[in-house]
């Protein structure tokens, strides 16, 4: 089976990062990875399948957090290897910037761990692409100082994504903004992914464990791509996502990606442009909350 390979895309050009949560084991990665390889391969758009080796956040000590960092690897190269996908996975400590990035093609900075400076910068140097997921605590303008860390060590234009993943609002829950998609988009001279499945998620709603409102990921994703300032989504997805060991309440099925990226993919290539408040404004020129 011949993939889609996505090593160097277009900026602007329709991608999507899924997989599951964590790696359960080689077996459930592994079918994941293959279902998701000829799922987007019909789709005719390109995957970068992400899968975290450890998940160092978790709201309970008893949770699940996945194989570890020399196992998870050799996992995701045995993925990359045998189907040809690109790989993401996330890092939260300085030390692994280096290991994960003789595998993984791109790096994630947690939304929870995007001001720690030190790990921005030993990712920086790996000179591989970067995921930076903006904080539940930031603004979106907030993004540029994240960016501009990575830049002071890898200036590299298009090597850094910034990801929009839901607000803190209140207790338990999470809010999008959309207007920060476009916002993100002009102050940071980034591509702009938006996190469907993460969005959704009721953090530590479950007391000792995350809940979430599934339900609302296609309405989120196509709001996000309506926009016009997204260049890729971001979910999570499993096979039988009742099963998954981590984020159960927020997966897609893989069973209905394929009526969702048709739908997707349409919808971007639809609105696909500068990002603009549709006002023919320049959203960066908007006032911020603090000047009006």
Not at 80 to 85: D, E, N, P
Request: hydrophobic share 45%; glycine share 8%; aromatic share 6%.
């Amino acid at each position: 089976m011949e993939t889609v390979r996505t090593a160097q895309i277009h900026p602007r050009s329709f991608f999507c990062i899924a997989g599951p949560c964590v790696i359960e084991s080689r077996s459930a990665a592994l079918r994941c990875a293959r279902m998701l390889a000829d799922i987007f391969q019909a789709a005719a758009i390109p995957l970068y399948f992400k899968a975290s080796f450890d998940k160092a956040n978790r709201t309970s000590a008893a949770s699940f957090r996945g194989p570890g960092l020399s196992e998870g690897l050799e996992i995701l190269a045995e993925i990359k290897a045998t189907l040809g996908l690109p790989v993401l996975t996330d890092i939260h400590e300085p030390w692994q910037a280096e290991p994960v990035a003789r595998v993984a093609d791109v790096l994630q900075i947690p939304a929870l761990l995007c001001r720690q400076t030190d790990l921005i910068t030993a990712a920086a140097a790996t000179g591989a692409q970067l995921h930076l997921k903006k904080g539940q605590f930031l603004a979106p303008w907030d993004m540029d100082n994240v960016v501009n860390k990575a830049r002071a060590v890898a200036p590299v234009a298009g090597r850094i994504w910034v990801c929009e993943r839901g607000t803190a609002f209140g207790y338990n829950n999470l809010v999008v903004d959309m207007r920060s998609l476009p916002i993100m988009a002009q102050t940071t001279g980034c591509p702009v992914v938006f996190d469907a499945t993460h969005s959704v998620q009721l953090p530590g709603g479950l007391g000792s464990s995350s809940g979430g409102q599934p339900e609302f990921v296609p309405a989120l994703a196509q709001a996000a791509l309506a926009t016009g300032a997204v260049s890729g989504l971001f979910f999570e997805t499993h096979p039988e996502p009742a099963t998954a060991r981590c984020d159960a309440h927020t997966m897609l099925p893989c069973a209905a990606l394929p009526a969702l990226l048709a739908r997707w993919k349409a919808l971007h290539a639809l609105v696909s442009g500068p990002a603009t408040t549709g006002t023919g404004l320049a959203v960066a020129n908007a006032p911020r909350p603090w000047t009006t």
